[in-house]
């Protein structure tokens, strides 16, 4: 049975989304900022990060909230982390390829996740102790015991092009072993196949908590493990509520080979 919390999650997830639907015809006329090189928001991030917040102050209104577009507001144990719009640059290009992330943090670890695509109608939810489910059904990751064969999700954030020659670095190391190595522009995304077994790992390093805070919950709560790029498994949010920069995730071996990876080829120490 959903819990009382996710239910108001998947509430505010499905108006954002519908927002995100209602503009996708107009994207020509959206206004567009460049929030840091490279890193884009439109008007509609703003207004569906809106439709969530609406939501939430109605029925939680004590609770801080820490959101892409509006910052952080107030302070609880208790914190709605939100991203209204994963994968704003496909949406602004036309890639159908984006989602909404929620999640609900208590003292930097999350309990609560929702993460929603709008065009496929995929709707991820887990609680913590309670296990992870797409579209109400229980979901697992994969059980590859190596890395042999895997399919690899990962991201090149722009504030991280400093080390993107340590990354290709480890990206060609890892095609000697790997199906492939994907690229589709949402973390949040990325972690929930993960989750669902559509991928057997992920890393990416300038995650910000809205970014991660759901999809780590759900690679969890499906059985998997997430850690940083040195293996240490700290959550999504320290007590200043920034994100864990560096992210690696999937079962339990995958997880730690791929971790291993990044340390022997040198990717990891670049952020030393």
């Keep these: 049975m959903q819990k009382p919390?996710?239910?108001?999650?998947?509430?505010?997830?499905?108006?954002?989304?519908?927002?995100?639907?209602?503009?996708?015809?107009?994207?020509?006329?959206?206004?567009?900022?460049?929030?840091?090189?490279?890193?884009?928001?439109?008007?509609?991030?703003?207004?569906?990060?809106?439709e969530i917040i609406k939501e939430?102050?109605?029925?939680?209104?004590?609770?801080?909230?820490?959101?892409?577009?509006?910052?952080?507001?107030?302070?609880?144990?208790f914190t709605w982390v939100i991203d209204p719009l994963d994968g704003t640059s496909n949406y602004l290009h036309g890639i159908p390829h984006f989602c909404v992330s929620i999640a609900l943090v208590e003292n930097g670890e999350p309990i609560h996740a929702?993460?929603?695509?709008?065009?496929?109608?995929?709707?991820?939810?887990?609680?913590?102790?309670s296990g992870a489910t797409l579209n109400e059904r229980r979901i697992r990751v994969t059980d590859?015991?190596?890395?042999?064969?895997?399919?690899?999700?990962?991201?090149?954030?722009?504030?991280?092009?400093e080390r993107v020659s340590a990354q290709l670095k480890c990206i060609d190391n890892l095609l000697l072993e790997a199906e492939d190595i994907r690229r589709t522009g949402s973390a949040a995304l990325d972690l929930a196949y993960v989750a669902c077994g559509r991928a057997?790992?992920?890393?990416?390093?300038?995650?910000?908590?809205?970014?991660?805070?759901?999809?780590?919950?759900?690679?969890?709560?499906?059985?998997?493990?997430?850690?940083?790029?040195r293996g240490r498994t700290t959550g999504p949010m320290d007590n200043r509520g920034l994100a864990t920069r560096q992210l690696v995730a999937?079962?339990?071996?995958?997880?730690?080979?791929?971790?291993?990876k990044i340390v022997n080829t040198g990717y990891a120490a670049a952020f030393d």
Excluded: C
């Design 5 to 50: 919390a996710v239910t108001l999650m998947v509430k505010a997830a499905r108006s954002a989304g519908n927002v995100l639907l209602r503009h996708m015809n107009k994207l020509d006329a959206l206004n567009v900022v460049e929030k840091d090189r490279m890193d884009y928001a439109s008007e509609v991030d703003g207004l569906a990060e809106k």
């Design 56 to 77: 939430f102050r109605r029925s939680t209104p004590d609770y801080a909230i820490l959101g892409e577009e509006t910052g952080s507001i107030g302070h609880n144990r």
């Design 114 to 129: 929702v993460i929603f695509d709008p065009l496929r109608n995929d709707l991820f939810t887990a609680s913590r102790g």
């Design 144 to 161: 590859r015991k190596d890395l042999n064969g895997a399919m690899v999700l990962t991201g090149f954030p722009p504030r991280e092009r």
């Design 200 to 229: 057997d790992a992920y890393f990416e390093a300038g995650v910000k908590p809205w970014d991660i805070a759901a999809g780590v919950l759900l690679v969890r709560e499906a059985g998997g493990k997430v850690s940083d790029f």
């Design 250 to 260: 999937g079962n339990l071996k995958v997880a730690d080979l791929l971790q291993q």
